[in-house]
């Protein structure tokens, strides 16, 4: 059974930084597109970042770019969203998700994943 559990969420000052972790159960992350989405209370769930499984390659929403890093380990099955210079618009629950089979390349569409783990809460408030 695949499993995505998400981990490493918190409170934090802003200007602080958090790293969130998403391990995968039952399947490898080698060859598998994996997304980072926030969803903020009220809001729909956006993305935020991504990452391919064969070249590695990278993507990420505007509003992020520059603080947050997306990376993976391997040998751990795992995918880590390094979040630095928080905004309190960054308060939400974070979410991993699998690229559908047909997905070769990084996107952003919450339709293109599946999977999801239980997500983890982000707070960043003084």
């Known amino acids: 059974q695949l499993q995505l559990v998400e981990s490493g969420g918190g409170w934090v000052q802003p200007g602080g930084s958090l790293r969130l972790s998403c391990e995968a159960f039952?399947?490898?992350?080698?060859?598998?597109?994996i997304g980072w989405f926030g969803q903020a209370q009220g809001k729909e769930r956006e993305g935020v970042s991504c990452?391919?499984?064969?070249?590695?390659?990278?993507i990420y929403v505007d509003s992020v770019k520059g603080r947050f890093t997306i990376s993976r380990d391997n040998a751990k099955n795992t995918i880590y969203l390094q979040m630095n210079s928080l905004k309190p618009e960054n308060t939400a629950i974070y979410y991993c998700?699998?690229?559908?089979?047909?997905?070769?390349?990084?996107?952003?569409?919450?339709?293109?994943?599946?999977?999801w783990g239980q997500g983890t809460q982000v707070t960043v408030s003084s």
């Open positions: 998700g699998a690229g559908r089979r047909w997905i070769r390349r990084c996107v952003l569409n919450k339709s293109d994943f599946g999977s």
């Open positions: 039952g399947f490898t992350l080698d060859y598998q597109v």
């Open positions: 990452i391919s499984g064969s070249s590695g390659s990278t």
